[in-house]
């Protein structure tokens, strides 16, 4: 065990192609699990929390001390077990197997509740790991940028389609957090502009600095005043307004405002930390939560109802109204709203039909530090992928717009057969030294064939299959037998404790000829996975991608 006294500290990741490990891939974890508590990166560093309420990336310091010595003196043939963000074994594998496998949150079915779950915690047994906070590979708030922007191109469609009229000019949310961030920016580049409500002064200010949101008004006429003009005008812009939004939401009902799209993203998922009931402070909720947490939770469910009951009016009055993923629906019904689940999770409405094709939030990092780096990926992404207008006008945007939050990262959304293509690639460029270190590749647990959660990503799937977790586990078990670099299995990330089980994967490419027959393969199963699960459910581009690409199904097969 560690002697010095643990504690919290900045922390940054190495840059540079000097090993402190015994291989690039054990460098790589390495260089990822300090990149997500690097203060440009997380949310609340100093308590390990990355993202998404308090997901977290190691269970305390002391644990982030042993985690750290342990990469050290891992050799490349031995695998690291970590248990919600301990270290707690290492045995001799083999090279081709991950060099570490992480578990996170994970309870049995029947105490599967947060009340169970805060108690292990306090108990200092588990750690709640979100998605990409405890398995190493959150990249800032660009991780769900492209996803974001994504989701608003299809929700204007649906609304014009709807409507019988051009629409899509702006955009009601709110939260400004980890993720939530990604709104502002990926409304603007859609071509909308962006009202977001935020409680908390310092996550506007974040958003700001990093150029995710263009401007604070904290006035609701002005801030619907400067909506206004920028629509008129088609100059999109994207404003924070500070206040909460279970008093704004209902107030614009109140004013007859109508806005295009109505989304929201605080951390809902989570009832005690992740939402501030309206009436209160965030010091005064602050107290609360410490002094009577049952109180708090049953005043945050009662704000989330007033939100919803908002978002459902301006539903009946022609917005384009979509739950984006946080389980805003479930604590809102809890708190009395009946028609909470009259509004659509994201993914049926937007992304099945790109998880039916293996597409998914592919994202890479150099972890060399140098920014060149990235730009010479984006390139490789561009003639490696040569017919896809979308891709090329996100990657252009992203060039333009995004601001690098820790090491240089890029994400964009591949399908089924691009990935290994591109992973293969990338490996080239490190062969050859056109990139200063290596690439790490990964994704988000949200993805086409890793997860099973029946409020989000698996919401009304076509054959019933929402709760099946089989699948995500059979994604991590599949992935491991790949040669993913880590490998990561948890609970209750995106829509919290209870609701979910996904898994994640990592893989580095160094330039070996190992590490391309790793990704050619690892590659191919993971997004493979997605297409095989929604071709089992019975979706029609997911049986005709399997035909087209000879993707095996066996009970799909003529
Ligand atoms: P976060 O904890 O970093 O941020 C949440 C933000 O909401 C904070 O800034 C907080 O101040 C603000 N907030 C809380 N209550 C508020 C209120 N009443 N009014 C206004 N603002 C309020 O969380 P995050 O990383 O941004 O994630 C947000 C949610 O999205 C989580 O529930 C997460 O699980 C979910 N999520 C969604 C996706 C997706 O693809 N849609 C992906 C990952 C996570």
Known sequence: MSTRQSGPRPVRAPRGSTLSCKGWVQEAALRMLHNNLDAEVAERPDDLVVYGGTGKAARSWEAFD????????????ETLLVQSGKAVGRFRTHPDAPRVLIANSNLVGRWANWDEFRKLEQLGLTMYGQMTAGSWIYIGTQGILQGTYE???????????????????????????????????????????????????????????????????????????????????NQPTSIAICGNAADIFPELVRRGVVPDLVTEQTAAHDPLIGYIPEGLSLAEAAALRASNPKEYVTRAKRSMRLEVEAMLEMAQCGSEVFDYGNNIRTCAQEAGCERAFDIPGFVPAYIRE???????????VALSGDPEDILATDRAVLEAVPNDPDLARWIKLAGERVKFQGLPARICWLGYGDRAKVGLVFNELVRQGKVKAPIV?????????????????TEAMKDGSDAIADWAILNALANTAGGASWVSFHHGGGVGIGNSLHAGMVIVADGTDAAARRLERVLTIDPGMGVIRHADAGYETAVHVAEEKGVRVPHRMK
Do not use: N
């Open 66 to 77: 042993v985690i750290v010595r342990e990469l050290q003196d891992l050799a490349d043939d």
């Open 151 to 233: 989701t608003f191109v299809a929700a204007r469609k649906a609304h014009e389609a709807r409507s019988g009229r051009p629409g899509g000019r702006w955009v009601l949310t709110a939260g400004l957090g980890g993720m939530g961030g990604a709104q502002p920016l990926a409304a603007t580049m859609a071509g909308m502009s962006c009202l977001a409500v935020e409680i908390d002064p310092h996550r506007i200010e974040r958003r700001l600095e990093t150029r995710y949101v263009d401007q604070r008004i904290d006035d609701l006429g002005k801030a619907l005043a400067a909506i206004e003009a920028a629509v008129e005008k």
């Open 354 to 364: 790109l998880f039916c094709q293996g597409k998914g939030p592919f994202r890479w």
């Open 441 to 457: 590749i990964g994704r988000d647990h949200l993805d086409c064939g890793s997860v099973a959660s029946p409020f989000r990503e």
